[in-house]
């Protein structure tokens, strides 16, 4: 293999490991602290992308990168909005139900955001182009590398950096993960725990939202947006080991370079290497790469 298809494989890797680490950092979060697998999360990531697309379509200021990612910023905070709405007509009424009647009840919801985004922006596919800065491609030796595929790697470096540095290193953040352990011995030394779980299912959601609003130039918009994210970002955490946001990112690198090989070495057979990696990740640690057994 030449250097340059090596560097173009890494740069495929990666852009495919952070897109799907962006979609999954939420999913995640939300797990952890509330152990409750949000099925419906690639259905707020489609509502997200597709409003951060009606604003910049509103507002017809798409080649600039700071509208792009206040368009961005805004589908998060409408997304959280929604979140907060689904934690109190949803989420809620799930807490210590088993968790086959938790994934039947999102599920239920993810099809709600799919028949919603129908109504709302129709069944046409619909796509946007990058800002102008992003657009086009650095030239380094022989190798191609989109510029926009090195946005989405510092976007996913820069929300995984921001996740442990809240959850490992302000008192909010202790208090997340102290809270998802014990709620319990929580609630005993007077903490308000469900403030706390409603704000980690904002946040949640406005991760899923902010994702829709960056990847909005990666991918197509269609009806379909949700299921085609919400496998590959169960993948990674399921590999990664459930609610841990450094195994979904470590996990969807390991899944995204297996992913680019595969898809150089088998072309014929998209997506093949990732299941068949994922089976074998799992039968060698079921826990996942940074889970704990229990």
Not at 4 to 23: P, Y
Not at 45 to 63: E, T, V
Not at 94 to 122: H, N, P, R, S
Not at 126 to 135: C, E, I, K, T, W
Request: aromatic content about 10%; glycine content about 12%.
């Amino acid at each position: 293999m030449l250097l340059a298809d090596i560097a173009t494989l890494l740069v495929n890797s990666l852009t495919w490991a952070m897109a799907t680490f962006l979609v999954a950092a939420g999913l995640t979060l939300v797990f952890g602290t509330l152990h409750i697998l949000n099925f419906s999360h690639g259905g707020f990531f489609m509502i997200g992308a597709y409003g951060a697309y009606s604003l910049a379509q509103a507002l017809g200021a798409g080649n600039s990168i700071a509208f792009y990612l206040f368009g961005s910023l805004v589908a998060g905070v409408f997304v959280a909005l929604l979140g907060l709405a689904v934690d109190r007509l949803v989420l809620r009424r799930l807490a210590g139900v088993e968790d086959a009647y938790v994934l039947i009840a999102t599920y239920a919801l993810l099809l709600v955001c799919e028949g919603a985004t129908k109504l709302v922006w129709g069944l046409n596919y619909h796509s946007v182009m990058p800002p102008a800065a992003l657009d086009g491609a650095w030239l380094l030796g022989n190798a191609v590398v989109p510029r926009f595929s090195l946005f989405i790697i510092a976007a996913g470096i820069v929300v995984f950096v921001a996740l442990e540095v809240f959850l490992n290193r302000t008192g909010p953040g202790r208090l997340v993960k102290a809270i998802a352990v014990d709620p319990w011995m929580a609630r005993l030394l007077g903490v308000k725990v469900r403030w706390v779980y409603t704000a980690t299912v904002a946040i949640g959601f406005a991760l899923a939202g902010l994702a829709g609003g960056l990847l909005l130039a990666n991918q197509t918009l269609s009806p379909t947006l949700a299921s085609a994210f919400v496998i590959q970002a169960f993948g990674v955490i399921i590999i990664g080991g459930m609610g841990s946001i450094s195994g979904a990112f470590f996990g969807s690198i390991l899944l995204g370079l297996i992913d680019a090989v595969g898809q150089w070495v088998l072309p014929g057979l998209p997506g093949l290497p990732f299941f068949v990696a994922m089976t074998l990740i799992l039968l060698i640690r079921p826990q996942g790469l940074m889970g704990k057994r229990h």
